[in-house]
Structures are given as structure tokens and as C-alpha cells.
């Protein structure tokens, strides 16, 4: 059984066979172009990860519009307002970071394994 054709073999990329279809697809493999449960969890996925990293990113332009508002027209914004968006602002991107550090050194784990 024979996993890798040395025709497709260039340079240091070699395209595998992909025997089980519940694997994920690899570097240079097409997507599928019929939707499959898999494919439809990966679109899912990938949906909800940007929706979450927009979401991040709406707080922080919310606290900094908010912040520049409060310098330039006190009396149009509260200040509780401010502290509040602020404060949530923080702690999106503060929990993002940790996300992002804990999925980083899950990777590192998993590659260091032999």
C-alpha cells in the first residue's frame, strides 16, 4: 500500500493520501466540493472563530471611541460608561491572548511528541 507517489514529491512538499475521510484536509488538498458533515463543522468553526475575534476587536474600537470622546466632549459620555468599556475591552483581549497562549503551547506539545 503505497501512501505517497513520487511523482508528486517536489522539493520538500509531498502530498499524502488521505485515508480516512474524518481527517482533516492537508496543506495543498482541495476542499471537497460537495458538503459533508465534516465540512459543514469546519465552516462552523471557522465561523464562530472570526465571530469571536470581531467580537474582540468591536470592544477595543468601543472603548477607544468612547475614551477619545470623553477627551473631547466630557459632558457627552459618562464616565461609568468609560470604565465600563474599558474594563470589558481588557478583559476580551486578556482572555483572547490566554486562548491563543494555550492553544500555542498545545501545538508545541503535540509537535514535541515522538
Known sequence: MAFIDPSLAMGDVVRLARTNPAH????????PAVSTPETAIEGRFGQLLAGALDGVNDSQLKA??????????PRSVNVEDVTIALADANLALS????????????????????
Open 24 to 31: 482533516l484536509a492537508g496543506f495543498g488538498e482541495l476542499a
Open 64 to 73: 477607544m471611541d468612547l475614551s477619545q470622546r470623553m477627551i473631547t466632549d
Open 95 to 114: 482572555m483572547t491572548k490566554a486562548i491563543v497562549d494555550r492553544a500555542l503551547a498545545a501545538y508545541r506539545e503535540i509537535i514535541n511528541i515522538r
